[in-house]
């Protein structure tokens, strides 16, 4: 088989006391963004939080990551379906891409119901840039409320 794919997360540091529960089950399940994966094997180098905002452990924590093997950056699902999503998202795909050569993926898990519900009715996500960012993470209805 082939070698492991090597991931590392970021997650929003409004999160930080998060345990990973539905970023680990999408990773195992290859559901939501790891959805990609399926029929590969994966392997967890990294977690860690973006240090809050305006992100300064993006500078830094991408090369602990790369230390490690990762090959591929998610950006925590959390960081899009916050209140407000992250500004800076898109800055640090790019900045993380540029200075490190790392693949980035927006999103983990699947959105959850209640916040795929609370966005659309918002109109946040509206613009055809955040549906390029949503779609790994966007999934059937049964799976967003399973995330729910």
Same mark, same amino acid.
Request: overall charge neutral.
């Given at each position: ?21 539905? *970023?680990? %089950?999408?990773?195992?399940?290859? #559901?939501?963004?790891? @959805?990609? +994966?399926?029929? &590969?094997?994966?392997?967890l180098v990294g ?38 999503? *992250?500004? %800076?998202?898109?800055?640090?795909? #790019?900045?993380?891409? @540029?200075? +490190?050569?790392? &693949? ?45």
């Open positions: 088989m082939d070698k492991p794919v090597k991931i590392g997360i970021i997650i929003c540091d409004r999160y930080r006391t998060c345990a990973g529960g539905k *970023c680990l %089950r999408a990773f195992h399940n290859r #559901e939501g963004a790891f @959805e990609q +994966y399926r029929g &590969r094997d994966i392997e977690f860690a939080t973006c240090n809050g905002c305006p992100g300064g452990n993006i500078e830094y924590t991408p090369a602990e990551m790369k230390k490690n093997g990762a090959e591929v950056i998610h950006l925590a699902t959390g960081m899009i379906v916050g209140y407000p999503p *992250c500004p %800076r998202i898109r800055y640090f795909s #790019e900045f993380i891409t @540029e200075k +490190y050569g790392l &693949r980035v993926v927006v999103g983990t898990h699947p959105i959850p119901t209640s916040y795929y519900d609370t966005h659309t009715n918002l109109g946040t996500w509206n613009s055809s840039s955040w549906k390029e960012l949503l779609a790994p993470t966007l999934t059937d209805a049964d799976t967003r409320e399973a995330y729910n």
